[in-house]
């Protein structure tokens, strides 16, 4: 009878526990549900971010996320976690990236966006981030804008697809201005694209980021559209 006894007061423990985590995955299955269903809108806020919001400080990104959260009825939207994890974040701190909030979310812009990349960063944090985050990749190079061969390293970057960084400028060249508006002229079935007075076949895969300490920095109207600043 006492082994009968343990052995009902035993299940009963085990169906309270079972009933807390019940609990605990029924409101686990309400929040993704919820998430899930506010998924279309979240895309919407987090494009409309990247495109608007780039080179607005933080009172402007929160006035304007509030107010575009309640016209599409969205509880909870952080552009940043919707973008990427927590774990994520953890590894680019231990990359030396800056845990604030404006930084991370400035880095998923860079990351999301299309456009070559003007990263106004005075600390030159973000810079050496983003060396330590591509370190190893043979896509990946970077030079000074003050580099007496920076328009050979371009003609060779662009022919063969790879990511330069272009660091610590002052002003964004005229020579780049054909290459930013992807204005290309097609030659035998390829896309070229004149850089300097050379036509230079053009690999999808290129993409140009600046980077630069100075904060009165100022893009030529002509190419500011094709530029995400931040």
Known sequence: LERVEDILARAKSLLGKLADEQQRWEAQASQITSKVEQMPMSSLLSGAFCIYLSESDEKSREANLVYWKRIGKVDD???????????????????????????LENTSIYLNS???????????????????????????ESTLGSDEKIVTQIELSVRFGKTLMVKEVTNVESFYFSLLRRDFQRQSGRNVVLIGEKSIDYNEGFKLIFTSRD??????????ATVSEY
């Open 77 to 103: 939207f952080n552009f940043a976690t919707f973008n990427y994890s927590e774990s994520q974040f953890l590894k680019w701190k231990a990359q030396g990236h800056p845990s604030d909030q404006l930084s």
């Open 114 to 140: 299309v456009k070559s990349a003007l990263i106004i960063d005075p600390s030159g944090r973000i810079e050496d981030w983003v060396s330590n985050n591509r370190g190893g990749d043979p896509n990946f």
């Open 215 to 224: 904060t009165t920095i100022r893009l030529h109207p002509k190419i500011k």
